[in-house]
């Protein structure tokens, strides 16, 4: 627990001092004068589609209520009262399982103030809220307000280059109704979490199979059902203990739901930044030894020690020190199952939301057992005995760690343009790590804490043919004209232009692309084609999904090929610098300035200023007149794809 905490504490570091971007909010003022003492400050928001601003009468233990507050050593002034609000609507959350009250798109709060001093000229006042759509942001920003005009951004300027490259970045959008059409796939964000709570559901199960946890099943189902003589009692008494083991593996994601400066680019601050990254795969490689048996992840003897006797207390309150106790004691094994989905979801879209989902299920896993057996102790004479196969079960999850990791690494190697893990040798290095994989599954090779193999049994050497299958399956991933794409795995290895042989392009599948949106849009005006502009990212798994297995279609192929001009915008290139005299200081709508001194740097922005979006992948088909052709477009299946830009097209020729 001691790594793991660590964890938590350097990621919580990390996040509260990570660059923030554009928020998916923007605030502005307006000042209207009642007497001569009165005014009212009336606060106007606009909000990004399918996020929600939580109203100041939000209901206690849901999100956080809205908060119009007087800025710290201010006098001469005083709030009258809760502000007014316009136009709130109520929603129902599953996460807090009570009815909200919120604005979406818009927001009019308006606060009327009195002075005390008939001399102030201006007051300060700071806004707090949270808006939330899968992730929740906190937006804390300071207001300056002159009571005779507009809000004062604190004497910000910027310089006559930054205006201008300011300037250039807006474009003059037709059609940007169709901006708000965007699918932003609620059934989509569903389906993610859900996916995550599967994985961490399945990380549970592997976790049963492993010595830390395996041996407590009988033993503390046992204790339940016969430490009273009320079975009924004790039979609940297991449950509620297998409650509780969900609960703490719940409890663990909480701290990331109040990290500061979360913002709408968070996937990419943190999927991207290399040195996060790097120490993934430093964990995730420690984790795989310590799984092989080299060393063991152990808590300090007093916690468990402690937590064991507190759990004699009885009722409830021992019980749950009960379920403390197994997490602490079965650290050694869960610890790296448990980091490596930490690590997983971070740097998935959704943060700790689906951190929270995965851990669920990881609790869910190990909870049922303990439930189950105790609804039917008859099943526990149907258990496998302990023994050496517990042991191999954790050096197999060792190896599979293993892999996991150089995921990570690759992250880093891509956006630090490094050209060390190229596609080629991040296969081979699974493919090595399946070969030695399968030599132990096969007893050729032995760990420390290994038994004698004296006969392979059925499942080994069946595990072992499905280890050959997938080293065969991978193998023509290391060709420079590989027979199949490996599809299966999209989104794990590095896209298949980021390769050791000579590539045509350094775009998808060799088709032509412009990394630049001038250029671009100079050559669709040339050609008279529609833009298809591809904001994408090195480290989007979603955007090597769709590249390998939507864009690979014949027919779609052929589209993007012949009939646009394909722009792809890498929004977290934020190692490759731009030209010095492209560098600038951009002062956004909230008063707050923000350095573009990056690629995705530039691009990040462009997407948010010109289309209200921070998520990748994102598609959007333009004239070279900047018209609007459809509703944007983001993750989906070939017909969807397909669909799209046909009507994009056939609308493009209408005009």
């Known amino acids: 627990m001691k790594q793991f905490l660590y964890i938590l504490s350097f990621l919580s570091v990390f996040l509260s001092k990570a660059q923030t971007a554009d928020n998916p909010i923007v605030i502005s003022t307006e000042v209207q004068k009642i007497s001569e003492t009165e005014y009212d400050i009336v606060f106007k928001a606009q909000l990004f589609k399918g996020w929600y601003l939580y109203s100041q009468y939000n209901p206690d233990g849901a999100s956080l209520p809205l908060e119009i507050t007087i800025q710290e050593g201010e006098t001469g002034y005083e709030l009258v009262g809760k502000a007014k609000e316009e136009t709130t609507f109520k929603k129902y959350s599953d996460v807090w399982e009570k009815e909200e009250i919120v604005f979406k798109e818009t927001a009019k709060i308006t606060q009327r103030i009195q002075l005390t001093n008939e001399k102030i000229t201006q007051i300060k006042l700071n806004f707090f809220g949270q808006v939330c759509e899968t992730a929740c942001i906190n937006v804390d920003e300071n207001f300056t307000i002159s009571l005779t005009g507009n809000a004062i951004s604190e004497s910000i300027s910027i310089d006559e280059k930054s205006k201008k490259l300011s300037q250039e970045l807006q474009l003059d959008l037709k ?7 965007s699918d932003s796939s609620t059934s989509e964000k569903s389906s993610g979490l859900l996916s995550i709570f599967l994985l961490g559901f399945v990380g549970g199960l592997l976790a049963l199979l492993t010595p830390c946890v395996f041996p407590m099943i009988p033993l503390t189902v046992s204790f339940f059902t016969k430490q009273s003589k009320n079975k009924r009692k004790g039979i609940l008494n297991a449950i509620i203990y297998g409650f509780f083991i969900i609960l703490i593996y719940m409890l663990l994601s909480t701290p990331f739901h109040f990290l500061d400066n979360i913002n709408p680019e968070i996937l990419n601050t943190i999927s991207t930044n290399i040195w996060l990254n790097i120490f993934f795969f430093a964990i995730l490689v420690f984790f795989a030894f310590s799984f092989f048996g080299f060393y063991e992840i152990t ?14 207390v009885g009722g409830f309150i021992g019980i749950f020190f009960m379920a403390l106790t197994l997490a602490i004691v079965s650290f ?14 971070l740097t998935s879209d959704g943060g700790a939301t689906q951190l929270t989902a995965g851990m669920t299920g990881f609790g869910l896993a190990l909870a049922l057992p303990f ?16 023994g050496g196969w517990l042991n191999t079960t954790k050096v197999i999850l060792g190896f599979i760690e293993l892999a996991f990791a150089f995921k990570f690494l690759s992250n880093a190697d891509l956006v630090g343009h490094w050209g060390i893990l190229k596609r080629e040798i991040f296969i081979g290095i699974w493919i090595l790590i399946c070969i030695l994989l399968a030599l132990y599954v096969f007893a050729k090779i032995k760990f420390p804490h290994d038994s004698p193999v004296k006969k392979l049994s059925f499942s080994r050497i069946s595990f072992g043919i499905l280890l050959i299958a997938f080293v065969v399956y991978l193998l023509p991933g290391v060709l420079k004209n590989p027979s199949w794409n490996l599809s299966l795995l999209s989104g794990f290895p590095p896209p298949q232009f980021y390769s050791i042989y000579e590539q045509e392009t350094d775009c998808p599948l060799g088709l032509d692309c412009y990394k630049d949106f001038d250029q671009g849009l100079a050559v669709a005006k040339l050609q008279n ?30 589209i993007l090929k012949n009939e646009v001009i394909l722009i792809s915008l890498y929004v977290d290139d934020n190692e490759k610098q731009l030209p010095k005299d492209q560098q600038f200081t951009l002062l956004k709508a909230n008063g707050k300035t923000k350095e573009i001194k990056t690629v995705g740097d530039k691009w990040a922005t462009f997407q948010v200023i010109n289309f209200k979006n921070a998520s990748q992948p994102y598609y959007v088909l333009m004239t070279p007149n900047l018209e609007i052709l459809n509703s944007p477009q983001q993750y989906s299946d070939i017909g969807t794809y397909q669909k799209w830009l046909e009507t994009g097209l056939k609308r493009f020729q209408e005009n």
Do not use: H
Not at 299 to 312: E, Q, V
Not at 332 to 345: D, R
Not at 538 to 544: G, H, I, P
């Open 175 to 181: 059609n940007t109704e169709l901006l708000g059409l």
């Open 299 to 312: 808590l300090p003897n007093s916690w468990g020690d402690k937590m064991d006797s507190a759990s004699s």
């Open 332 to 345: 050694s094994c869960t610890g790296p199952i448990l980091g490596s989905l930490l690590a997983g979801s």
């Open 529 to 558: 084609k529609p833009i298809l502009l591809d904001f994408t990212g090195w480290a989007c798994v979603n955007c090597r999904k769709m590249e390998e297995n939507v864009w690979s279609d014949p027919k779609i192929y052929q």
């Open 371 to 386: 439930a189950l057996f105790a609804l039917f102790p008859n099943w526990l004479n149907s258990l496998p005995k302990s």
